[in-house]
């Protein structure tokens, strides 16, 4: 029902700040919880940390608590990852994600924005 596209993804040095996008073009979005993942290469994918449809919970990956920030904005159908002191081990392909909230299925998928960090 939901089509994502991740955006902002690039290369910074570690210690730097990113801000992804993840703008959903369904009319239903904001019914939706959206979650963050990332997938490094030789590594499984990841939960980085999601945000309910609401916009009123987060939750966070103790790897990137305090670093990282999810917010929304459901009139721009557009959820963000604030990502700060950014590390080398924060390289990875990054996609967003939306399910129903309470089911524990992450339903639909962006394509990924490539975020790489030197050290």
């Known amino acids: 029902q939901v089509q994502l596209v991740e955006t902002g993804g690039g290369l910074v040095q570690a210690g730097g700040s990113l801000r992804l996008s993840c703008t959903a073009s369904?009319?239903?979005?904001?019914?939706?919880?959206v979650g963050w993942f990332r997938q490094a290469p030789g590594k499984e994918r990841e939960f980085v940390g999601a945000?309910?449809?609401?916009?009123?919970?987060?939750n966070y990956a103790d790897s990137v608590k305090g670093r990282f920030t999810i917010s929304r904005d459901n009139a721009k159908n557009t959820v963000y990852l604030q990502m700060n002191s950014l590390k080398p081990e924060d390289t990875a392909v990054y996609y967003c994600a939306t399910k129903m909230p309470g089911r524990p299925v992450w339903d639909y998928w962006g394509q990924g924005t490539q975020v790489t960090v030197s050290s």
């Open positions: 369904g009319r239903t979005f904001s019914v939706y919880d």
């Open positions: 945000v309910s449809a609401s916009g009123g919970t987060t």
